[in-house]
């Protein structure tokens, strides 16, 4: 039997279709998953199409996306991009450009993908060499010494925040810090675990990426809105964050802050405590 072919793929190939016979469309990409060649059923499309002016102005997005394929819904999301859902709950984001907007590609972190598997069409061929002077894969500073300032830092000071958040009862206030301090310890997993291929989502792929022991630990960091959990989520996250800083700074030549995390963890036992926990040996 041969293999099944994704309902994104052939959105993809709908996509492509459709950018060849656009005259006024000078240039497309593809980014994410698929051009990655990581992508799976769960995975969103995502393209740049860049027109001419006055092509563009002619473009009404959700008309452009229904096109394509029926459309359940569209949006406009925080980014500015077009954001379609197809059936089967596929998801595909569009940016729809100008051609003067190609050369704001250059400013990318890195592409993600090889040229070949991310080039659409490139009519006037002004798209190929912005993204072959991309890296493919976004290599973080982990040797600057503003790493653990940039990196380590705000997550401790997300984490004692949210302590505080929770010991006034404030615990969805308390629930949205502790998710900030979470992002930075994925950060921290992956600089002290040496496995930066994700660093941009630092949050993709951690579970095949990142050790065992630190993935329990990151999800011993998660927690509902609700006191005890909240309580035995900030436990972990600061017991993870010490020993994460402490393979960090060693690195640097320099110390994690100790007392700070022996004094906040001192806190986290009593409330544990009071709530009738026991405490973590």
Known sequence: MGVAVLFQEELIGRVRAACEADEGL?????YGSFAAGEADEHSDI????????????????????????PTRYGLVNEFG???????GLVRGEFHFATVDEIAGVAQWP????????????????????????????YEPPVDSPET???????FVNWLVLAHHLAARGEDLRAWD????????????????????????????GAERELSAHTVAGLRAATAPASPQELVGALRAASGLGGRLW???????????PTALFAELDAALERRAADQGGSAVA
């Open 246 to 256: 402490s393979a960090i700074s060693a690195r640097h030549g320099r110390t994690a």
């Open 110 to 137: 890195a592409r993600g993908a090889a040229v070949e598997r991310m080039l659409m069409v490139d009519r006037s061929g002004a798209l190929a060499p912005v993204l072959t002077g991309l890296p493919q894969r």
């Open 26 to 30: 000078d240039a497309a990409l593809m």
């Open 81 to 87: 991009t077009y954001v379609a859902f197809f059936p």
């Open 177 to 204: 810090a502790l998710g900030h301090a979470q992002r930075h310890l994925l950060w921290m997993a992956r600089l002290a675990e040496e496995s930066t291929a994700h660093w941009l989502t630092p949050s993709r």
């Open 46 to 69: 995502e393209f740049w199409l860049f027109f001419t002016e006055r092509r563009r102005a002619e473009i009404h997005p959700p008309a452009w996306c229904a096109g394509i394929a």
């Open 148 to 154: 653990i300032a940039k990196y380590c830092d705000p």
